[in-house]
């Protein structure tokens, strides 16, 4: 059964990177094209094509196909883990649900830093709905899971903004923390409950602490440092939710 839900969750990653790549593009969906020969990608899956051993476009020979196969496996490995934790019960299909909205995110994090409303806000209400469902769920710690990680990260944000206001800067010109973060944190604290949820989140902000500082280390080398730079800073708190999540 782990090995069906590996393949379903194979196929469904297919649908996952091209519905982010129709959010980074403003809409729902959108096929999958070559960045810069723009050549469609005619199979779902981007794993048909490397299996025969190419993962290159047919056209220009880009190997824009690496993001979706990634994409691909690791959902195929993350519904296979979930099938391990929660068996055939109802709370899996929410858990699924779950994991497919936070892949898509780390996609539009990364490439275009976007966490969009249209996956987050039906998210943080499924997660609402899910939560409450009576099979063996301690909905009290999951409400609270996800008001301390709000609470929290609408700290984060307010610092963040008065820290470029100090700095003479105005906050739309420079986003420090972005909203996105705090809804993306509302949505884990809310999936892990307390106080899992919290320790994921806070060794998600210290591995954005490490990388915000390599960053800083590495442009301050080259004397070109700019205290404002902005990095994505879902990726991390995602990552660091599904290793305690599944583990
Ligand atoms: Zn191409």
Redesign the pocket.
Known sequence: MEVALAILGIIVGGLLNRLAEGFMAGRFYRKIR?P??D?PYRRWLALEKALRGQIR?N??G?P?LVRPLFVELATGLIFALLWRHYGLSLYLTFALLYACALIVIIVTDLEKRLVPDKVIYPSIALALVGEMVPSCRNWVSHLIGGGIALGLFVLFYLAGGLIVRLRGKSPAEIVAFGLGDVKLATFIGLVLGFPQGLRALVIGVLINGTVALSIALKDLLRGQYNPFKAFPYGPALILSAFVFWLS
Do not use: G, I, K, P
């Open positions: 070559c810069y020969c050549t476009c056209s220009c880009a824009y």
